[in-house]
């Protein structure tokens, strides 16, 4: 369970589970899962990554636990809106957005929200999960897995990495 002011979002953990959900009561369009990571106070770090689920925001935070810095995750948790108080508020001290959304038309669709709300911001970059993965999740679970296989032949090069994919070119303005 993810816990929000005044919201609860459920999300089944069993293998094979795809069970997810809101709490009784709850509101999806009232308020956002966040964390920082680093010393700073929440939306105050130099870089926001907005996901899509909680589960995305905490995969993420996981792939990216060796780079150095204070970074704060948000989730919209689904509600396929964009958190303009949020955007507008790491815009104004000057911190980088990277708008981390799924590889699906919902995804695309939040992207093109961002891209419309925002028109020539500098400070918003779209980040993608690799190839083959749908969302943060899938992309921490396949590292995991590779993780797990024996190492490649010196000759074998076909493997997937875990890059992040950067699409910085639709951004509008650049």
Request: with cysteine.
């Amino acid at each position: 369970m993810f816990r929000y002011y005044d919201k609860a979002s459920l999300r089944g953990t069993l293998p094979g589970s795809d069970f997810k959900g809101l709490a009784p009561g709850s509101r999806r369009d009232e308020g956002y899962f966040s964390f920082t990571m680093g010393t700073r106070a929440a939306y105050q770090a130099p870089q926001v990554y907005i996901t899509e689920s909680p589960i995305d925001a905490l995969s993420l935070a996981a792939l990216l636990s060796t780079q150095r810095g204070e970074l704060t995750f948000l989730s919209t948790d689904g509600a396929g809106a964009v958190p303009r108080q949020q955007i507008d508020e790491a815009l104004s001290r000057g911190a980088l957005v990277h708008c981390a959304f799924d590889n699906d038309p919902g995804g695309a669709k939040l992207w093109a929200q961002v891209t419309e709300a925002y028109p020539g911001a500098a400070a918003l970059v779209r980040e993608r999960p690799p190839r083959g993965a749908k969302d943060w999740n899938d992309a921490l679970r396949d590292q995991r897995q590779d993780a797990d296989r024996p190492a490649p032949h010196e000759q074998d090069h076909g493997s997937r990495g875990t890059t992040r994919g950067r699409d910085d070119t639709s951004s509008r303005g650049r």
